[in-house]
């Protein structure tokens, strides 16, 4: 666990540079708008620790997979989101000396994440060879108004000396994915061009045998040089080498003068437009983002992120720590995915490093959708459903890879564009469980909006290849007289190809119900577009529906009776039942030990069984869950970032309060605190949503039943009070909950009638209750 980062209720500050922890601070700091990502990098020269990362959404390369032995049924690639073209470097030269924080003493230096803002900003003092001291002071940011562009404006001035500054603002093409299977470069240079203090570069993906697309990126650059804020001549040299613009200027400045370049960085991708309108396209952006100006543009940015901050803003009085964490929670999020785009989605890093490849995983169904649910509007959420929809097709291909027959879909463990990207047997094959979340999605959405019009015209048919696959996969035990799924992984990865998973089971049973369900709400609502899917899907509508009731009714669960818990699988008893206190030191368990040992052990890595309780609490007794959670909680490392938001949930639902506020902290501080060592490979942006969760379902109890609202809050005692905002239905709320009262104010003019406990309360447009 790291403790460098000051404690702040809207900015992340480093004060001091932490030269130890720079990959870290540049995760930390990324900016983005749903568009690009750029991790927090220093503009000038950096020889010492650090990742460069800059990646354009939606843009990706099939990096030939590696494995130490091949299985029939691997993906031939894992698609990885590109790091692409540096826009932001410009490089500085003192004299002849390079700018290099690396190699000159650093006085003092602060960088700080303005996240009400979106705007990251850097001052330092250093001093240079022969004692020459100067000042730096940079501040940039990802547009969110204009979101395939970001502008910086970088100032220097120098504080003892007078001297010539050469400034190289450049574009630089020559970045590696450090995740390269076979550390190649993904790139290929198209087109460069310089003209006065411009520069543009084409790159597109190498060439690759799986009929993958070829993607180009056009970038685009141009600045502006001032002198104490006035306009002033120079030359700008043009350079043009491999993969790399620049334009290089040379500027005398005096003691105590001010040197400012703005430059203005557009990354526009052929997923956007056709490839041979991408330079002139990118052209006519640089003029109109430069003639705009830094000012002006960083003022509509703000104001996008104000009106995002007054749809899903969390406050906390009494602790700044936990206002931090969760305001960082809520800035990732958001500048991670902005539902604008429906061939886009959430990789578990965003973009903000490299690791999972920037894919889509279950973390998107399972985690992100109820925060975008809550807090943007309804088609952000049904955006993300339709991505899946649009894969449908891909994942039918894909079961059919593993010789599954009739349009039974499963849906890939990591992917891109719907093909499988993942390699390890035992979770490509086996970690089934992803369909199962994929089908909860769909009926959590319709749920919380109300609106059934996903469900009948596209996830219906979503549904019904997910359910066929679940069929297939099952298989009837005569020794058992019920039905069993045999050699899957759980949500717990700590075991392997165990024989049924009880979540794994009951989630697939919980989907063929779900969609009969829906299949008969159709008939009668609408037996002309169910017709339509049925020709459409060549589904049986007697035999099919038939075989998924017997399975339903037939499914095997394991039980201990002696404890009246659910089995995790089969066989779970067998192990020896220890907890978590008794491997103190040990832990965690991923670095320490043996993968032998981890998967004899009772030790879950997280929710499993909890995820199932979490999931469907309706069809459970509050006792029952309170039993298992306190039969499984004390075996879990909680060592997946998605762990501890499910526990926190629980506790708070079985008024274990204590034990919800560790399990939020844990979640919240996460990648702030470096908790897991690993946050220098970027931030988990998907268990992010898990931390809004903790809040709102943990301690906020918000829940949909029966078509309404329900809340069941509480303050955590570390807490004076808090609040949150949350759309509903088209009605926004914003709650606030002390120790005394809960006030709910209606900041929509829509009326809304909520359950807060078990007392309905009406709220009329623009009006506020206080109970
Ligand atoms: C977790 C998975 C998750 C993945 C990406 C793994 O460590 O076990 O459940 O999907 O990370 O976040």
Sequence with gaps: MKNYIT????????????????EITESLMSLGNGRMGQRGNFEEHYSGKSLPGNYVAGVYFPDKTRVGWWKNGYPNYFAKVLNACNWIGIDIKIGEEVLDLNMCEIETFSRVLNMKEGVLERIATVKLAEGRRIKIHSKRFCSMADDESGAISYKLTPLNFSDNVTITPYLDGNIRNRDSNYDESFWNEVHKETGFSQGYLILETKQNPYGVELFQVATGMSFDIKLNGLKTEYQSLPVKIDKYVAGTVKVEVKEGQELSVYKYGVNLSSTNYPKEKLLEECKAYVARIAEEGFDRLLETHIQAWAEKWERNDITIEGNIAAQQGIRFNIFHLGQTYTGEDERLNIGPKGFTGEKYGGSTYWDTEAYCIPFYLSTAE???ARNLLVYRYKQLDKAIENAEKLGFTDGAALYPMVTMNGEECHNEWEITFEEIHRNGAIAYAIYDYTRYTGDDSYVNDEGLEVLIGISRFWKQRINWSKEKGQYVMLGVTGPNEYENNVNNNWYTNYIACWTLRYTLEIIGKLWTQDSRKLNEIIIRTNFSLNSEMESWKHIVENMHFPYDEKRKVYLQQQGFL?????????IAGERPINQNWSWDRILRSCFIKQADVLQGLYFFEDEFQTEEIKRNFEFYEPMTVHESSLSPCVHAILAAKIGLKDKAYEMYVRTA?????????DTE???HITSMAGTWMSIVKGFAGQRVKDGMLVLNPYVPEQWNS??????????????????????IQNTSGKSLTILLGNQRLFIDAFGSVRV
């Design 7 to 22: 404690h702040d209720e809207w900015c992340i500050v480093e004060n001091g540079f932490h030269a130890e922890y720079n």
């Design 669 to 677: 501080r996460l990648d702030l605190d470096d908790y897991n060592n």
């Design 378 to 380: 309804q088609k952000v």
């Design 681 to 683: 490979d970027g931030l």
């Design 722 to 743: 808090y609040s949150f905002r949350i759309g509903f239905q088209g009605a926004g709320l914003l709650v606030s909950v002390s120790k005394t009262d809960v006030s």
């Design 574 to 582: 067998d192990k020896e039942i220890l907890t978590v206190d008794d």
